[in-house]
């Protein structure tokens, strides 16, 4: 018997929380993802930088998470459970570099839900974004994925 999405989730928008971007971080990620780019890991090279301090590699801003909003209380949310879901799609856009000291404000929002139907069967989409901003409240980043849960 298929399962039902609470599709009412589309267009909630989370409590917004803080990352504070730590130097390690950077650099533990970066060696993390293989990227061993001189401007994620060598202090000296990134004062040299226009940016004047090392930046994280692009894909850096999935590690802010917060606490408060886990996976697991997002499937409750939606009626399902971890056995249902795969990781569908990944997407960052960003405007400004991310660097070690930056405090940012994340704040997270449900922009879609949609079904479809596939070779093994229907499937939900669920469509979360991101929009991560600076101490100025400029957008610095925006993180899209797709959440793809068997039905």
Known sequence: MPIQ???????????????????????????AVGDLNPFYLDDEVGRASPWGDIIAPPTFAITFRDERNDTASFLKELGTDISRILHGEQEFEHWKPIRPGDTLLCRGKVTDIYEKSGRSGPMAFVVRETTITDADNDVVAKVRGITVIRL
């Open 5 to 31: 999405i609470n599709t009412s989730i589309k267009g909630k928008e989370y409590t917004p929380y803080v990352v504070r971007v730590e130097r390690a971080k950077i650099k533990d990620f970066a060696r």
